[in-house]
Nanobody, 126 residues
Framework: QIQLVESGGGLVQAGGSLRLSCAASGRTFDYYDMGWFRQAPGKEREFVAAISWSGVTISYANAVKGRFTISRDNAKNTVYLQMNSLKPEDTAVYFC???????????????????WGQGTQVTVSS
């Protein structure tokens, strides 16, 4: 059973930064793409960023492009989301998820992600 545990969320003022981490159990972390999604109150969960198993291919939602950076450390079974220039509209619960197994192309649709963390709350005050 794969477990994903997010951390790093919190309360920050607009313009500030946070770094989310997602630690994964299991020995095949580097076989899989990883993604970050978020869900704001009253809204559907949406894609934020994804990174391929090798770290070479990355995709971002337009809303976060230029402000957020996804990265991974396969030796530590961890994926990160560095969030800069945060805005109140970034307030949401952030989830990490395991994507497709290599070597398929990087995908961003939720249907391709099978294991999910419990989420970490990010609140950005204005």
């Amino acid at each position: 059973q794969i477990q994903l545990v997010e951390s790093g969320g919190g309360l920050v003022q607009a313009g500030g930064s946070l770094r989310l981490s997602c630690a994964a159990s299991g020995r095949t972390f580097d076989y899989y793409d990883m993604g970050w999604f978020r869900q704001a109150p009253g809204k559907e969960r949406e894609f934020v960023a994804a990174i391929s198993w090798s770290g070479v291919t990355i995709s971002y939602a337009n809303a976060v492009k230029g402000r957020f950076t996804i990265s991974r450390d396969n030796a530590k079974n961890t994926v990160y989301l560095q969030m800069n220039s945060l805005k109140p509209e970034d307030t949401a619960v952030y989830f990490c998820a395991r994507g497709a197994r290599r070597p398929v192309p990087l995908r961003v649709a939720e249907t391709y992600y099978d294991y999910w963390g419990q989420g970490t709350q990010v609140t950005v005050s204005s």
